[in-house]
């Protein structure tokens, strides 16, 4: 498991939430992380919906998905 926090100096204008993308750092891969907060589409799939879909509202997260053993690596985004 990752666990992410993180803090802004300034607050972002008209910002509803974050997209979070896991970027393996020997691979190179970037994928959104699934949102857990009851996301699933449950008429169609079991899958989770991505957080690129429904958008984090907080400021810390935890990737429970992330494989055991990896390396990752953060990206900041403007």
Request: some cysteine; hydrophobic content about 30%.
């Amino acid at each position: 498991m990752v666990y992410l926090h993180w803090h802004l100096k300034d607050k972002i204008s008209d910002c509803l939430g974050f997209k979070l993308i896991r970027h393996d750092a020997r691979s190179g891969d970037a994928q959104p992380l699934p949102a857990l907060s009851d996301s699933r589409d449950k008429a169609t799939t079991k899958r989770f919906k991505s957080t690129a879909e429904w958008p984090v509202q907080k400021f810390s997260w935890k990737d429970l998905f992330a494989p055991r053993g990896g390396s990752y690596c953060t990206k900041s985004y403007p």
